[in-house]
């Protein structure tokens, strides 16, 4: 039960040791949850509560990350355009 305790800590301590910028903008904009853990019923209002930053969920969480990555594999001309 104690990693379960010191788990529940983990999000505000990962965004109090991110650099001042970056922690700026994600206070400014929010969290994006993606993949399929963001499915976790409950977890948006966790990590708010938690960090005091609105968190939203991805539109398609399932394959935001895989389209990404593709996009850009893409700009960086590692693959071409019309594979899939």
């Known amino acids: 039960m104690r990693g379960a305790q010191n788990q529940k800590y983990l999000p505000k301590s990962v965004l109090e040791r991110t650099s001042p910028e970056l922690a700026a903008d994600i206070v ?3 969290i994006v949850l993606t993949g399929g853990g963001c499915l976790l019923r409950g977890l948006e209002h966790y990590l708010t509560k938690e960090t005091g930053v609105p968190v939203f969920r991805a539109e398609n969480p ?9 996009r850009y ?3 960086l001309k ?4 019309g594979i899939r």
């Open 78 to 81: 590692y693959i071409k355009p």
């Open 28 to 30: 400014e904009r929010g």
């Open 62 to 70: 399932l394959t935001c990350v895989v389209l990404g990555t593709g």
């Open 73 to 75: 594999l893409y700009e």
